[in-house]
């Protein structure tokens, strides 16, 4: 079992930026795909990016050069950073866990973040 918890949602300006953190517990961190989700209202869930265990990443196209994946398997947490905030970026975000071997799978209940003046 792997339970995830994300922090660092909130409201930010247009242009801002904003640290997602999920804490991951319960398992060995560094055998586990992580990625960033996000659900816009009324829209389904999508993928925002992904980083391997060993470190390699991928982003949706709508967030290259903007967002960052990065994670420390010494503390068991992987980050997104987020940078030029948009509008249509706001999302509850959530964190996945996919195991590399197994694909077992664990989500995070989410963070809301909300991009507005």
């Known amino acids: 079992q792997v339970q995830l918890v994300e922090s660092g949602g909130g409201l930010v300006q247009p242009g801002g930026s904003l640290r997602l953190s999920c804490a991951a517990s319960?398992?060995?961190?560094?055998?586990?795909?992580m990625g960033w989700y996000r659900q816009a209202p009324g829209k389904q869930r999508e993928l925002v990016g992904d980083?391997?265990?060993?470190?390699?990443?991928n982003y949706a196209d709508s967030v290259k050069g903007r967002f960052t994946i990065s994670r420390d398997n010494a503390k068991n947490a992987v980050y997104l950073q987020m940078n030029s905030l948009k509008p249509e970026d706001t999302a509850v975000y959530y964190c996945?866990?996919?195991?590399?071997?197994?694909?077992?799978?664990?989500w995070g209940k989410g963070t809301l973040v909300t991009v507005s003046s």
């Open positions: 319960g398992s060995i961190f560094s055998m586990y795909a």
């Open positions: 980083i391997t265990g060993g470190g390699s990443t």
């Open positions: 996945k866990a996919v195991h590399e071997r197994r694909l077992t799978t664990y």
